[in-house]
Structures are given as C-alpha cells and as structure tokens.
C-alpha cells in the first residue's frame, strides 16, 4: 500500500510538472504571436505613413500657384496685416483723391505745305556736260532730256503746248477718199469700209510738221524758242480768261516765259551739239 501511495505520488507529481511545462509553453506561443502581430501591425503604419507621405507630396505637386500664393499670405502675421491696415486708414482723405487733370492745349494746327515753285533751269556747263555724258544714252532723246540742256528743255516743253502755236495737221480733205470713212479723232487719216481693201488706213497728214521730237530736235534753237513763247503766252490768254489772274499755273507760265526771252538760241544749239557728240548720238 505504501508503494501505491509512492507511486501515486510520483505519478502526481510528474503530471503536475508536465502542465506547467505545457502552459509556459502555451505562453511563450503566444507571446511569439502577439510579438508578430507586433511587428506586422508596425509594418503596416509604416506603409501607411509611406503613402500618406506620397499623397501628401503629390497633393502639394498638384496643387495651384494661386492656392500657395494664399497660403504664403495667410501665412503674415496678423500683427503686420494690422499694422499695414492702420497705415492705409491714417492716409488723408485729400491724397487719395485722383489728382486733377490739367486742361489739354487745343492743338495747334499744321500750316499747309507751300508748293515749290518750279525754277527755270540754268544753262549747263562744261563740267555738268561731261559728267551727264557719262551715262549711257541709247537715244538723242533721252541724251538731251537726260542732261537738261537747253535746246532739251525747250523741245520738251514746246511739245506739252505745241498745240497753241500751230495747227497740224493742215489741208486735210473736205471729203475722205471713196469707200473710205474718216477716223474718228485723227483728222486726215482715213479708213477703207468697202470694196476690195476693207480695213486699209490712209494717212494724208504731212509728217514733215508732225510735232514730234525729230522733227522738233531738226529745228534750229530760234525757231523753237519763238514757237515756245508763242504757245505759254496763248495758254496763259486761255487760262487767265476761265479761272481768273492770279493762279499758280499762270505764275509757273509766266516764269517759263522769262527762261525762255533770256535763252540764248547760239549758246542752246552748241551745248546740243556738244552733248550729242559726247554720247556718240546724231539727232
């Protein structure tokens, strides 16, 4: 019986030692799974903290230049804001007010520019010969109008007037030829309209007269000079007669005519001459 008992003991007590070691077992388990859940709960805060730190910076990425510019001044201490308000209230009354305009000068009006009048041009000399000369002039035309010599100036004025020194053309038919009518607006010149030569022109002018620069430049000085007075002074007539005395052509007219009394028709027909030769041009 003593022996059971012993044994019963022994038993009890190897059972009693096996619990605790069962349940500091149990313990430390989950002492390891709490500290696990530990450590993947700080896991987990740290990735949250990670994102809302990504968010936060995307959000001030996105965010406008206005919406910062506003935070920056909010950002002015509220004693500074007082202060600048209370400057802006001590301001006089009279300073804010817009300064008064001064009355504007009525502007003053421009004079009209005054024409030029035109010069009688001046004999050319021997130095503005040769340098005119120097040009190329393929005609005697332009060689004279180029170079502004006298007999050029008088050949080119007498054909923007010739008109009231002569008539031309002269002895035109009383009746156009037959089958031919006349031209309307060239006076003896003459169209075929039947027969065999329909179409065909007749010119019964006398070119020889024609005012043209040929025959104008194959005229001496003298005569173009008389021929020139002759039409300024039947155009002044004219002139004077519809718009009265006193007009601006009638002042370039009559300083035409002075040029023109004063011209030296010897002194015109060599400077022509010499200008010609120089450019290798017969007139």
């Not at 909010?74 to 008064?100: G, Q, T």
């Not at 009048?117 to 005697?140: I, L, Q």
């Not at 001496?220 to 007075?229: C, G, N, Q, T, V």
């Not at 002075?258 to 017969?282: H, M, R």
């Amino acid at each position: 019986q003593t022996v059971n008992n012993g044994e019963f003991l022994i038993a009890s007590v190897s059972n009693q030692h096996l619990r605790n070691t069962m349940s500091s077992n149990e313990e430390e388990f989950k002492g390891d799974e709490s500290s696990e859940e530990e450590f993947q709960g700080d896991e987990e805060s740290d990735e949250e903290d990670v994102l809302v730190a990504d968010e936060e910076e995307e959000s001030d990425d996105d965010e406008p230049l206005s919406e910062m510019k506003s935070k920056k001044r909010k950002a002015i201490p509220e004693d500074e804001e007082d202060e600048s308000s209370s400057d802006d209230d001590d301001v006089p009354l009279a300073s804010l007010k817009s300064p008064a305009k001064k009355p504007s000068k009525p502007a003053a009006k421009k004079k009209a520019p005054t024409k030029k009048k035109d010069k009688p041009a001046k004999a050319t000399n021997k130095k503005e010969v040769k340098a005119a000369t120097k040009g190329s002039f393929s005609t005697a035309s332009s060689a004279l109008y180029g170079t502004e010599c006298q007999k050029g100036l008088l050949i080119q004025r007498l054909l923007c007037r010739w008109w009231y020194a002569y008539t031309w053309p002269d002895n035109i038919p009383d009746e156009p030829p037959k089958h031919y009518d006349t031209l309307d607006g060239m006076p003896g010149v003459f169209v075929c309209t039947s027969g065999s030569e329909v179409g065909k022109i007749k010119d019964t002018r006398d070119m020889s007269k024609c005012p043209n620069f040929r025959n104008f430049a194959n005229k001496p000085a003298s005569e173009l000079k008389e021929l020139l007075i002759k039409a300024l002074k039947a155009q002044k007539e004219i002139l004077v007669a519809k718009e009265g005395s006193g007009t601006d052509t009638e002042k370039e007219l009559n300083s035409y005519i002075k040029w023109a009394e004063k011209l030296n028709p010897d002194k015109a027909e060599k400077e022509a001459a010499k200008v010609l030769k120089a450019v290798k041009i017969s007139s």
